[in-house]
């Protein structure tokens, strides 16, 4: 099988195990039937944007030429900080943008990756956001009406807990055994009063994950085309939106985006 195309973020499907396709341009290649089996990425040493085609020599902010990363509402700083919205002002690089992306309801969560830690999303994200993190479990902690009110909860609460995955740890499934339900009781009784009305009461449901993985590496090497522009061998698991391979590789597919790849199997 050999199909070529610019890497996308991986889609995926919530299930036991949660199911993965590998997006090439138009193609969706099945990869969960590929673990087990040895698998090739060449790299075709050329780079699309993912918004607007154009070939870009370098990629900024995982897949745009520098004009779109510079000006995309989807680069905006209140995609990493999301208490700097300014969607429900009217206001942001791109209104209509905005008032469909980050005037939405929004969740803010506690996931289990590798320890808890606090995330924020749209609603329409779940599980996609908690798949792509790697987490093994996770749960509601707020539900709120726009972007601004969910990132206002996560900075009270990232004064207590961290808001970023160690990636390496959680792709090695090294994972706390801290309860998400204590730590959301924790963080409730520290979470200033004006936001408290938003926090889902009650423990809510507790989702599972589980991914398609032989075997977790034991020391991360991770891999990227700039360095590595043909990278090959056995497919061992898939866990966020990284490919394990043998040797104790990985390669991070969603900070690919936009270059193009043949796979081979």
């Known amino acids: 099988m050999k199909e070529s195309g610019n890497i996308l973020k991986m889609k995926t499907k919530f299930g036991a195990p ?23 990425l060449q790299y075709e040493h050329q780079i699309n944007c993912i918004e607007c085609g154009r070939k870009t020599p370098k990629s900024f902010g995982q897949g745009f030429c520098y004009p779109c990363f510079a000006n995309s509402p989807e680069n905006s700083d209140c995609i990493i900080h999301p208490e700097k919205c300014r969607g429900h002002l009217n206001e942001g690089r791109n209104v209509e943008w905005e008032l469909a992306h980050h005037v939405q309801p929004h969740t803010v969560y506690l996931a289990l990756s590798n320890d808890i830690k606090v995330g924020v999303t749209r609603d329409t994200q779940i599980p996609t956001r908690w798949i792509d993190q790697g987490a093994s479990r996770a749960i509601v902690f707020a539900r709120t009406l726009n972007r601004w009110q969910a990132g206002m909860i996560e900075v009270a609460l990232k004064q207590h807990i961290s808001d970023k995955t160690n990636w390496q740890r959680m792709l090695k499934n090294e994972i706390s055994s801290r309860s998400l339900y204590e730590v959301k009781d924790e963080m409730f009784r520290l979470l200033p009063e004006e936001w408290q009305p938003f926090v889902l009461p009650g423990q809510g449901d507790m989702l599972e994950l589980q991914y398609p993985v032989l075997r977790f590496p034991q020391k991360v090497k991770s891999l990227n085309f700039d360095k590595s522009p043909l990278i090959e061998g056995e497919l061992l698991g898939i866990k966020g939106q990284y490919l394990l391979f043998d040797e104790d590789r990985v390669i991070n597919i969603r900070s690919q985006s936009g270059y193009m790849v043949t796979f081979s199997a």
């Open 18 to 40: 949660v199911q993965y396709w590998l997006r090439l341009s138009q193609h969706l290649l099945p990869l969960n039937e590929f673990i087990g089996r040895r698998i090739s």
